[in-house]
């Protein structure tokens, strides 16, 4: 049974261009986390999805985010028009259910 | 809203040296209790957790916590370290909603520097 997947594991965008970071959960798994980790701190979460719906985005911010998990395929978290700010590590967790979580490698974006 | 703690940014020690990690929580309920590691460039890994039942909660790598609801701690130990032991530690509080989601409030992390 493999991990979840993240990819890609790094990412290079130029300012103002768009990032789509995607996530395979593990198999069986319907409940979807992303996690953003800035230079020096710990993760925080961003935003709760399963299949098809968004659960909780408290953590989003409110402008040029968004996150999807369709009913075939990967989640998606894309990040529009790119600031140096978006610079960090973005991690995919997966779990069955409210258990723990199970976390990928994480996406490294840098934006230059 | 709830908070954690991590009071050591780095923590260097020797080789078969003990190490604890300490962590402090706020929170105005029932809390479950985590430690993640994450190697260089990896993701994080689930050392162990506290649900309910015992306070002293044994993990993989040979690591343990103990819950101390009255301090509101979450220490992490080993009683001697590897070399392979170096990694950053984050120790995380649920906060579980009415929607049953696992959102994990995370500290910052410590840095675990073992040294031969």
């Known amino acids: 049974n493999a991990g979840v997947m993240q990819n890609p594991r790094h990412l290079v965008r130029r300012r103002g261009q768009e990032a789509r970071l995607r996530c395979s959960p593990m198999?069986?798994?319907?409940?979807v986390y992303w996690y953003r980790q800035l230079p020096e701190e710990g993760l925080k979460f961003m935003v709760y999805?399963?299949?098809?719906?968004?659960?909780?985005e408290s953590g989003m911010p409110k402008e040029r985010f968004s996150a999807e998990f369709p009913k075939e395929g990967p989640s998606i978290l894309r990040i529009q028009q790119v600031v140096r700010g978006d610079s960090a590590a973005y991690f995919c967790?997966?779990?069955?259910?409210?258990?723990?979580?199970?976390f990928g490698a994480g996406t490294r974006l840098s934006v230059l | 809203a709830q908070s954690v703690t991590q009071l050591d940014s780095q923590v260097p020690v020797f080789e078969e040296a003990p190490v604890e990690l300490r962590c402090n929580y706020s929170?105005?309920?029932?809390?479950?209790l985590f430690w993640y590691v994450q190697y260089p460039n990896q993701g994080l890994q689930l050392l162990l957790k506290?649900?309910?039942?015992?306070?002293l909660v044994k993990g993989i790598n040979g690591f343990e916590a103990e819950f101390n609801k009255s301090q509101t701690s979450f220490h992490l130990r080993k009683p001697s370290v590897h070399i392979s032991d170096t990694a950053e530690y984050f120790c995380?509080?649920?906060?579980?909603?009415?929607?049953?989601?696992?959102?994990?409030?995370f500290g910052k992390g410590t840095k675990l520097t073992v040294n031969p």
């Open positions: 999805l399963q299949k098809e719906n968004i659960i909780d």
């Open positions: 198999k069986g798994h319907s409940h």
């Open positions: 506290y649900l309910s039942g015992s306070t």
């Open positions: 929170s105005s309920v029932s809390v479950y």
């Open positions: 967790a997966s779990s069955p259910g409210p258990t723990h979580l199970h």
């Open positions: 995380a509080v649920s906060d579980l909603d009415k929607g049953g989601s696992e959102k994990l409030v």
